[in-house]
């Protein structure tokens, strides 16, 4: 009992003490917003118009929203390109001839071509023959300090395999591709094995850790390790590897693929690189998002008598954006982009499949309350900030609802956009390595002045 209280006064005092460290440092921390206009600073290396700052040139992948005519950002249909070849056609296509997609796309970041049908077929299974963690893995790293945060135990396992790996530090190009191959296979795993952990320690459950099989793709492994019963439908499989298809890649400059290219032009790791790529990801503002969508839907259910009223649909909307309503972010998670304006290829494929299961699944009252807060957000936005902005919705409106009828938990939803960038990034820290040759390294300005010492007696 006397150890007990003593804790708890430590605590109280620690408490106190990060208080007044708080309140002595915090003007420190305050930058002059004109301070970046006086030094031409692209904050967030974006420039004034929101587009992203040149950064860099990559053969990987090309996400396309808007072109400059006469020095004016003007809208334009979504396009995104993975080594030339059109996402959406690529999707339309494995759709068509009823078959899992995932593991060509890789192949086509990696190798920069579609591969023929035997090329395809070693390709996935020198996969395959990566499909399983080191000896005690699951017991030393997983089970051990359970963290609530999947994604964050997800970064440790990528860099504690660093640790099983006889070779972690060879940064040639046939080394590189083993280990990128080694992590597509081996990070699916790690987030299913994760999250039954999870499971286990925080709700209360049984522990199912169940393996991947060879023959199987990694949309089908991944609901097989999932579930305690391994069920599926074939349907249910070749839905989850289109969304993986969908979040394969984007680009260069989104800030987990830069992230990893950062990391990377400093000659660092492979499970290093992509250990950081998916610190990124968990973001709110970034993969994160995803979650965010699920929650301010739920909040509004919750908040909105009739959903299909769409002058109440509007205010609560509104509310939203005033900071007023949700988490006082201000923010319609969903809606918006960086790059995107006129649409988002990737939420217009994703829409297009979540319509026919929400239908199918009694999942149609959400799939409409999707749409409205689709079709109503743009002009809400004009009214509450008076700019006339294209905006259209992001992937992230409609993947956490296709996930949802999938049964898949909301602390799985960013894991799985992790999943499947695993391949984009491997391709974006290959191509930095080989052919940037130089550590990324922007200014920054310091507006400090130079300070004269005080001896501590007389401070």
């Not at 917003?33 to 904050?43: E, I, L, M």
């Amino acid at each position: 009992m006397q150890f007990e209280e003593r804790n708890i006064a430590n605590e109280a005092e620690q408490a106190k003490l990060l208080h007044e460290l708080v309140e002595q440092s915090v003007s420190e921390y305050q930058i002059p917003a004109a301070a970046f206009d006086n030094y031409h600073v692209k904050r967030g290396l974006r420039e004034p118009d929101g587009s992203g700052v040149m950064a860099g040139v990559t053969r990987v992948c090309n996400a396309h929203g808007y072109i400059i005519n006469e020095g004016e950002r003007t809208p334009v249909e979504g396009e995104l390109y993975y080594r030339g070849h059109r996402m959406s056609t690529l999707c339309e296509n494995f759709v068509r001839e009823d078959r899992f997609g995932f593991a060509e796309c890789c192949y086509l970041l990696f190798f920069g071509q579609l591969p023929t049908k035997e090329q395809l077929k070693k390709f996935s299974r020198l996969i395959s023959s990566y499909e399983h963690l080191p000896p005690r893995f699951d017991e030393d790293i997983l089970m051990k300090a359970p963290s609530p945060s999947i994604m964050n135990k997800m970064a440790t396992g990528v860099l504690s395999l660093y640790a099983y790996d006889e070779n972690p530090d060879d940064t040639s190009l046939a080394n590189m591709l083993r280990q990128s191959m080694s992590l597509i296979a081996r990070v699916p795993i790690i987030a299913a094995h994760a999250y039954a952990v999870n499971r286990n320690v925080f709700g209360g459950h049984g522990l199912n850790l169940n393996n991947p099989r060879p023959e199987l793709s990694t949309a089908e492994n991944f609901l097989r390790m999932l579930r305690p019963d391994k069920s599926y439908t074939d349907e249910e499989a070749k839905l989850l590897d289109l969304c993986l298809v969908v979040h394969a890649e984007h680009g260069g400059g989104n800030n987990s693929s830069f992230a990893c290219r950062v990391l990377s032009s400093s000659g660092t790791d492979t499970y290093s690189a992509i250990g950081a790529a998916i610190g990124s990801l968990k973001g709110p503002r970034h993969g994160g998002a995803n979650i965010k969508v699920q929650e301010m839907f739920d909040n509004i259910k919750q908040n909105v008598k009739d959903p299909t009223d769409e002058e109440e649909l509007a205010a609560y909307l509104l509310k939203i954006m005033q900071g007023n309503a949700n988490d006082g972010s201000g923010l319609i998670y969903g809606m918006g982009h960086a790059i995107y304006t006129k649409s988002d290829p990737r939420a217009l494929m994703l829409k297009r499949q979540a319509r026919t299961l929400a239908e199918k699944r009694g999942f149609g009252g959400d799939f409409a309350l999707l749409e409205s807060i689709e079709r109503l957000t743009p002009e809400l936005f004009r009214q509450h900030k008076g700019i006339n902005k294209q905006m259209c919705a992001n992937v992230d409106l409609y993947s956490g609802l296709i996930y949802r009828i999938l049964g898949i938990p909301e602390s799985l939803y960013t894991p799985l956009f992790a999943i499947a960038r695993v391949a984009g990034w491997c391709a974006h820290r290959m191509e930095e390595y080989i052919t940037a040759k130089r550590i990324i390294r922007p200014a920054y300005k310091c507006i400090t002045p130079a300070k004269e010492y005080i001896p501590i007696d007389k401070r």
